[in-house]
């Protein structure tokens, strides 16, 4: 048999995009394939569980759009499957003059944004929240929380009910394609797929690789270390708490937050990774590790950012440091608040100049679409990325069947 369509990956992403190719071919057969034995395993599964705004990106581009899409886009998909999610808002908070000037500008471009959000002085921060010191803050009422596992659950269960073949434990080990059709090649089967997408997050370089595309980058794993606090700090806080992020580095910063299930976590940092899908600290991958090691945008990368690399790496070995970060604002945090270690890996594209790919990068071919790098925040955009996706599998299908 040769399906319409396959996809490789079961992470929000290619869950989300096989779901909108239904959508649009409800007729179409469909193929999606998980080398893991359940969904979501690794960055969907990974991840803070937060539903952004999009506060923070350029005015007008696609990343802004598409935040603000896929927020909306979440909230009423998760109500239409009856899947929880809170909408607790977040707080961004300045604890010094040179945050405040950043926060100010950051105000600028959420109104570019159209995004709704709140200038609060240090006074009504610590009404709002007595656990939280700064000078300022911004109030952002649209964030939420959710589990994108639970998303990812949902977004399974569509697929199956609209005849989608969903396989776990199919790691792909071949991708061949011809002039009919792309041939996926797992050690216990083998499939046929007119047109294929694929969705595999940290392991696609390797696939793109593996199916004889040129590309001009490598993944590098980034982990995010988190904590999560005991329950008796449970009502710490009312909304999510974030730093106003420092414009020259390409990650958040650690915050506080709220989990749907009641919980609270800090965190998380920007460490290297030594392994693309080692979350216990101290994981390491010999291959991993190698393959950025031999790339040469890996280098640049890292001299690029050598200074808070270097921070970061401290505070992920000294607790105390890594402390201090939510110190900042909020200060009754101790070393015994600081429980339960736990980390995400974040699949970070570096071109060969050593630039952080912080937009789309897909490479094609008359028969496939690799996703190379979706952009955080991926999780929250998945909807309209998967949209964007399907719109150009549809249409790369179209053509090839003449």
Request: charged letters at 20%; hydrophobic letters at 45%; a neutral charge.
């Amino acid at each position: 048999m040769i399906y319409d369509y396959g996809v490789i990956g079961a992470g929000i992403v290619g869950l989300a995009t096989a779901m909108e190719i239904l959508r649009a071919r409800p007729h179409a057969s469909i193929f999606l394939l998980e080398k893991e034995s359940e969904i979501a395993r690794h960055q969907t599964g990974h991840n803070s569980g937060v539903i952004h705004a999009g506060i923070y990106y350029a005015p007008g581009s696609l990343k802004a759009r598409l935040c603000r899409e896929g927020a909306e886009a979440t909230k009423a998909f998760c109500a239409e499957q009856g899947v929880a999610f809170e909408t607790c808002g977040k707080l961004l908070v300045a604890t010094s003059e040179a945050e405040r000037i950043r926060m100010d500008a950051l105000y600028e471009r959420s109104k570019q944004n159209n995004i709704d959000v709140e200038r609060i002085d240090g006074v009504e921060l610590t009404r709002r929240e007595p656990s939280i010191a700064g000078l300022a803050a911004l109030f952002v009422p649209s964030t939420a929380i959710v589990d994108y596992r639970r998303v990812s659950e949902a977004l399974a269960r569509i697929v199956a009910a609209k005849g989608g073949d969903l396989r776990l434990n199919a790691e792909v080990v071949a991708i061949q394609e011809n002039a009919d059709a792309v041939a996926i090649s797992t050690p216990s089967q083998s499939l046929h797929a007119k047109s294929l997408v694929v969705c595999a997050g940290l392991q696609s370089d390797r696939l793109a690789k593996m199916a004889g595309l040129p590309i001009n980058h490598q993944i590098v794993p980034f982990r995010g270390e988190f904590y999560a606090l005991p329950r008796s700090r449970a009502g710490l806080i009312s909304s999510l708490i974030y730093p106003i992020p420092n414009p020259d580095l390409p990650f958040l910063g650690i915050h506080l937050t709220k989990t749907i299930n009641g919980g609270i976590i800090v965190g998380p940092n920007a460490v290297l990774g030594f392994a693309r899908e080692g979350y216990k600290k101290f994981s390491v991958d010999a291959r991993d590790v190698a393959a950025y090691a031999a790339f040469p945008g890996f280098w640049r990368a890292i001299l690029s950012h050598l200074g808070s690399g270097a921070a970061e790496m401290r505070n992920s070995l000294w607790k105390r440091g890594y402390l201090a970060q939510c110190q900042k604002y909020c200060p009754s945090l101790s070393i015994d608040d600081l429980h339960e270690p736990m980390a995400g890996i974040r699949a970070q594209a570096v071109l060969r100049d050593g630039t952080l790919a912080h937009d789309f990068l897909f490479a094609e071919t008359p028969r496939m679409l690799h996703v190379c790098n979706a952009p955080s925040p991926a999780a929250t955009s998945a909807i309209p990325i998967a949209r964007m996706i399907a719109e150009k599998a549809l249409a790369q299908f179209d053509a090839t069947m003449g």
